[in-house]
Nanobody, 117 residues
Framework: QVQLVESGGGLVQPGGSLRLSCAAS????????MAWYRQAPGKQRELVAL???????NYADSQKGRCTISRDNAKRTVYLQMNSLKPEDTAVYYC???????????WGQGTQVTVSS
């Protein structure tokens, strides 16, 4: 079965950095677009970044210049490097594989990122 396991979240001070990882299994990783979403308390889940099978990346406007999405197909892992973190980046970050080659979206369990001094 499809599994997405996020890691790397935690508490970081404003201006700091974190790298999130998402280990994938149960599907052909290399042909699928992968994405990171986040959901802050009381807000809707929103796209942070996505990366295609070919390595092309797209970012939410709020993240451009501050984060980098990447993938290692050999390790079946997608990463999100986040820099210059702000308190408003505080959220649960979710790994996603969108419907396409798979019959539906799949989500990880999420990893909490808290930006606070």
């Amino acid at each position: 079965q499809v599994q997405l396991v996020e890691s790397g979240g935690g508490l970081v001070q404003p201006g700091g950095s974190l790298r999130l990882s998402c280990a994938a299994s149960g599907f052909i990783f290399g042909i699928n677009t992968m994405a990171w979403y986040r959901q802050a308390p009381g807000k809707q889940r929103e796209l942070v970044a996505l990366i295609t099978s070919g390595g092309s990346a797209n970012y939410a406007d709020s993240q451009k210049g501050r984060c980098t999405i990447s993938r290692d197909n050999a390790k079946r892992t997608v990463y999100l490097q986040m820099n210059s973190l702000k308190p408003e980046d505080t959220a649960v970050y979710y790994c996603n594989v969108p419907r396409g080659y798979l019959p539906r979206d799949y989500w990880g369990q999420g990893t909490q990122v808290t930006v606070s001094s």
